[in-house]
């Protein structure tokens, strides 16, 4: 009998960190979403002036009219899609040569790719902006794509995925006279989706957060995204934090919506980097 409270007080003491947490993690976004419905100037800093008092959906109008919040939000959404394809087809690729094909040099490029993992983007980010400059992709979509292409860590990951899948199935098939594509995608594509989620999450999560090549390659409002129009925007009214508060909630609900509709994928890909990477 002992021994039973014993467990049923463990576990509730475990539920009760666990909802607290999520309280604690959980109060910073409704205070964002309650001061968004807060009157223009209305102080929000203090908690009983939040949650008390009126509200109106006119900050909404407002900064669709002062800001092409819109805008920025479509350019985020399409370079965060486009990096996350063709991210996930380059370095599927990459990993199945790298585990399933034999050539010269591949545990040379294996080691150069790795190596990938430990360079910064600081250091390279000045001969970076004088290639895309040369190239003139500065203010376009593709210099904000091109260099989001290259992913170490999800090469990594998606060869130790492909070296799990028995030789002799890659064997078989060429025997049958698959082409190494063929053997990639009738084989290795069809049951790698679980690994393929993992790095298409992050990849897109990674890209949708991307600030500092975009605030560098960008000097047009139209072609920003948000992480680089939100806080401009917000400099321009330090004195007034309603408008600010609704800003941050309308670029948010695009992360929530995929978050909603891919979060058993978000977790098994977060375990399965945890258990694999």
Request: aromatic content about 14%; overall charge positive; hydrophobic content about 50%.
């Amino acid at each position: 009998m002992k021994k039973g409270k014993k467990i049923r007080l463990s576990k509730i003491f475990l539920y009760l960190l666990i909802y607290g947490t999520a309280l604690l993690w959980l109060f910073p976004v409704v205070w964002m979403i309650v001061s968004s419905f807060k009157p223009y100037g209305t102080p929000v800093s203090i908690l009983q002036e939040v949650f008390s008092g009126k509200f109106t959906v006119e900050n909404y109008r407002i900064i669709l009219e002062k800001a092409p919040i819109l805008r920025w939000t479509f350019n985020s959404f399409f370079v965060s899609a486009t990096v996350t394809l063709c991210t996930l087809v380059i370095t599927s690729l990459a990993a199945y040569a790298l585990s399933k094909l034999k050539f010269k040099g591949k545990g040379v490029g294996f080691l150069l790719i790795a190596s990938g993992m430990m360079i910064p983007m600081e250091s390279i980010i000045i001969p970076l902006y004088q290639a895309m400059a040369q190239a003139k992709l500065l203010n376009t979509y593709a210099g904000l794509i091109y260099p989001s292409l290259a992913s170490p860590i999800g090469v990594l990951i998606m060869k130790r995925f492909y070296d799990s899948i028995p030789d002799d199935l890659i064997e078989a098939a060429v025997l049958d006279g698959a082409g190494p594509f063929e053997r990639w995608w009738n084989i290795c594509f069809p049951v790698s989706k679980s690994s393929m989620a993992a790095v298409g999450i992050f990849t897109f999560t990674s890209a949708w957060n991307n600030f500092l090549w975009p605030f560098l390659s960008i000097t047009s409002e139209k072609m920003m995204t948000l992480p680089v129009g939100i806080p401009q925007f917000q400099g321009a009214n330090l004195s007034e934090f309603t408008l600010p508060m609704t800003a941050s909630v309308v670029a948010s609900v695009p992360a929530i919506i995929v978050f909603i509709i891919f979060q058993k994928q978000i977790i098994k890909g977060i375990a399965m980097t945890g258990i694999k990477g």
